[in-house]
């Protein structure tokens, strides 16, 4: 079973750092998850939030300031991560603002192309359908993750749609039938975000292809 940390190792470094992603590697995971939103000079940088407000010393939305200064505030770029990854775990990026799409669809190409990374260590998820349905569109090799914080037929319908490589749902919404039937139709199964002991035990239970956890060393 994949162990995948969630923002890096959240649980123990501060989320999508650097340190947190080093933390995370150090834990023999096999990938990590992250999220994106652009800058104002349209660097893809690794942030959850619209704003700076939670993670750093400073307030304003991420599309208000410029790489470099993001980068003084401890919030890295795409490029800088992949970088320190260096093909050690897969990367699962989350897009969180649409207009990010193209400019990690090419990060991701220009890793492959000069970095001589495969397609295989990337994944691409997003709650946005139409970011993945993009993704499918203008290049079908990237693998794409269908975020899901509800259990509805269309989600299924979905992944099929767009010929997903995975399902990743929110844990409590996940049984064993449910996962069955994505797992027969051809979807790994990520669930997040599973943290504690009780938790990851059900989950593992459901023979999922990988967990999502802010604590990754304990799958």
């Not at 359908?129 to 979905?158: R, Y």
């Amino acid at each position: 079973m994949q162990k995948i940390g969630h923002r890096g190792a959240k649980g123990y470094v501060p989320e999508n750092t650097i340190a947190s992603f080093e933390k995370a590697i150090d834990l023999n995971v096999d990938g990590i998850e992250l999220d994106v939103h652009l800058s104002a000079d349209n660097q893809v940088m690794v942030i959850h939030d619209e704003t700076i407000d939670r993670t750093t010393t400073k307030t304003g939305k991420v599309k208000d300031w410029t790489a470099s200064e993001l980068q003084k505030l401890g919030i890295p770029t795409l490029e800088e991560v992949i970088q320190l990854v260096n093909q050690r775990c897969f990367i699962n990026i989350e897009i969180k603002n649409k207009k990010a799409t193209k400019k990690v669809i090419q990060l991701i190409e220009d890793a492959i192309l000069n970095l001589g990374w495969n397609y295989n260590l990337f994944q691409v998820s997003s709650f946005d359908w139409n970011v993945l349905e993009t993704i499918a569109q203008l290049n079908p090799s990237i693998s794409l993750g269908v975020l899901t914080e509800k259990l509805t037929s269309e989600v299924f319908e979905f992944a099929k749609k767009i010929n997903a490589f995975s399902i990743n749902p929110f844990f409590e919404l996940i049984d064993q039938e449910t996962v069955a039937l994505w797992q027969q139709n051809g979807f790994k199964v990520f669930p997040w975000t599973v943290n504690n002991e009780e938790d990851i035990k059900f989950v593992k239970s459901l023979y999922v292809k990988g967990i999502i956890s802010d604590f990754p060393d304990r799958i």
